[in-house]
């Protein structure tokens, strides 16, 4: 019994070519769990595109992709001599923020192909405009090194990006870096189009993950198994702890527990009164006991009987409301970047 993703190909695949219609320079990114698709089938969605260049989040994530995707592949993770593959790969695209990391991949590969990270807003890697020029005098010098162009990462939220972006773009033309490809993520459509027309000597790469595999959220279903369901009375036990039922009822067991990434949450970016004021009705439900699941069952959200086991969950559904049998599947409202899937279906 499973959690499982189901996918409708025709639309999952329709937006895909919607995007790259319209960002024809399209770099794909699959990093992570794959967007709840893993990184394999992602490669090869990206080879079914018939694009020139993959993003992989790390290096470890090479391996998954590489016989799914026969082109080039970029690592978005900064180059350190501490992680990266000590054997050259032509196919590899390196992402560099430092110096010092700039000299020591040149001196394992002379000719390694690579991007010079621009440090942006969001002070995640790069280079500050100083260490960006002392990176193009040092290239000078080294006429056979695979420079491949500039790369912004900047934050998804806010206003309009441009502003900083003309910045940035005026800070590689200072360091007296060639014109070539700005690789560049988190800009909307109408900024890469008025981007491309600021700096017409520029190829400009959008890098693109959630927008190209999940942008049309209508072609995914998550479904859990029930597995089995016991009418319980007020006070009666059950569970790993004990518990007591609030009320007559039924203590039903569904598919997706922790390992899954069921009732795991990660830090919310909350940043208005309504969705702290959420976050503050939340954490009171679970010092009740009371927690919202993300399964549903008749178009309700069920409570956790208690929290999640490690691959399964229990849910109270109280008296008068609809049970689904042993062996019916019902929906789970998830995220899919921090969820493990048993099955994905594309059909």
Request: aromatic share 8%; proline share 7%; charged share 20%.
């Amino acid at each position: 019994m499973s959690v499982t993703l189901y996918v409708d190909a025709a639309r999952f695949r329709a937006n895909q070519h919607r995007i790259l219609a319209t960002q024809p320079e399209l770099v794909p990114v699959a990093k992570g769990n794959g967007y709840g698709l893993g990184n394999a089938r992602l490669a090869e969605e990206a080879r079914a595109l018939g694009v020139d260049t993959l993003a992989v989040g790390t290096y470890a994530e090479l391996p998954a992709v590489a016989d799914h995707f026969p082109a080039s592949l970029l690592v978005l993770t900064p180059w350190r001599d501490f992680e990266a593959p000590t054997e050259p790969n032509p196919r590899v695209i390196h992402t560099v923020g430092r110096l010092e990391d700039l000299k020591g991949l040149l001196a394992r590969d002379p000719e390694a192909r690579f991007v010079l990270e621009r440090l942006t807003s969001m002070l995640r890697h790069g280079f500050t405009p100083r260490e960006l020029r002392a990176a193009g005098d040092f290239l000078q010098s080294n006429e056979s090194a695979g420079f491949e162009g500039i790369a912004f990462h900047l934050p998804m939220g806010g206003a309009s990006h441009l502003s900083e972006v003309q910045r940035l773009m005026t800070d590689a033309v200072a360091a007296g870096l060639p014109p070539t490809t700005i690789w560049v993520s988190h800009l909307t459509d109408a900024e890469l189009a008025q981007l491309g027309r600021s700096w017409p000597d520029y190829t400009i790469r959008p890098r693109i993950g959630t927008d190209l595999w999940l942008g049309d959220r209508g072609a995914f279903a998550v479904r859990a198994t029930v597995l089995d369901a016991h009418e319980v009375e007020r006070g009666d036990l059950f569970g790993y702890r004990g518990r007591a039922a609030p009320k007559t009822g039924t203590v039903l067991v569904v598919s997706g527990g922790t390992a899954h990434g069921i009732g795991l949450e990660a830090p919310t970016g909350a940043s208005t009164i309504k969705a702290r004021a959420g976050a503050i009705a939340r954490g009171g439900l679970d010092a009740a006991g009371f927690v919202r699941s993300p399964y549903s069952i008749g178009g309700k959200q069920r409570l956790f009987a208690e929290p999640p086991h490690m691959q399964a969950s229990m849910l109270f559904v109280p008296q008068g409301a609809p049970v689904p049998a042993v062996g019916d599947e019902i929906d789970v409202r998830v995220r899919y970047t921090a969820t493990a899937f048993d099955r994905v279906v594309i059909s």
